[in-house]
């Protein structure tokens, strides 16, 4: 079994959702992933590696980047020996890894804006799902890639999803982040 895995190209992920998302599809490929793991994962980088470790990836296929964004962004575009850059983030960001990566012809795959549809279906539990929606979004002060921006309901339920979540989004507390207190 050989230590690494031959790569036909090496690529750069800065992700702010769970870092398992593109392991798999860089392995199938056989490329090595470097991995910025977002803001809010950070900590649990050294855990992803260390499952990594245990399931048999063998060192140096995955390789975790520590830093923030401002920090690793540039020299990753920048860097003549990576091949492609995937970005998940905000197009202001998004319109800077692009300009970073266009001396070196690298190839982006970006997910930019964030407007991820909560799709809910005729015959859903509509309080239940509107809470949950509106909960996904407004997690993490709204600053998720993932979250779910907007709320698809059937024009048939639409004035009363509308009821639920104004009812919803009056309960919630808002605050001083600093401040002691559920908010």
């Known amino acids: 079994r050989s230590n690494r895995i031959p790569p036909p190209s090496p690529s750069v992920e800065r992700t702010s959702v769970p870092l398992r998302r593109s392991i798999g599809s860089a392995l199938k490929i056989q490329a090595i992933e470097d991995l ?26 995955l390789n975790i ?18 091949d ?13 890894v692009a300009k970073n990566a266009a001396d070196t012809v690298k190839r982006v795959h970006q997910e930019l804006g964030g407007k991820s549809p909560n799709v809910i279906l005729p015959g859903a539990d509509l309080p239940r799902a509107v809470q949950t929606g509106l909960f996904s979004v407004i997690m993490n002060s709204g600053q998720s890639c993932i979250a779910p921006a907007r709320m698809l ?11 639920i979540a104004s009812g919803v989004m009056k309960a919630v507390e808002t605050g001083d982040p600093a401040q002691e207190g559920r908010h």
């Open 36 to 61: 910025r793991s977002g803001d809010e994962h950070r900590a649990r980088a050294g855990e992803e590696q260390q499952l990594a470790a245990e399931a048999g990836i063998p060192a140096g296929v």
């Open 65 to 82: 980047v520590p830093g923030s964004g401002a920090e690793v962004g540039e020299p990753i575009g920048l860097h003549p020996d990576i």
């Open 84 to 96: 492609m850059v995937s970005f998940t983030g905000s197009t202001r960001a998004g319109v800077q």
């Open 153 to 163: 309901v059937h024009e048939s339920h639409a004035a009363e999803a509308a009821q």
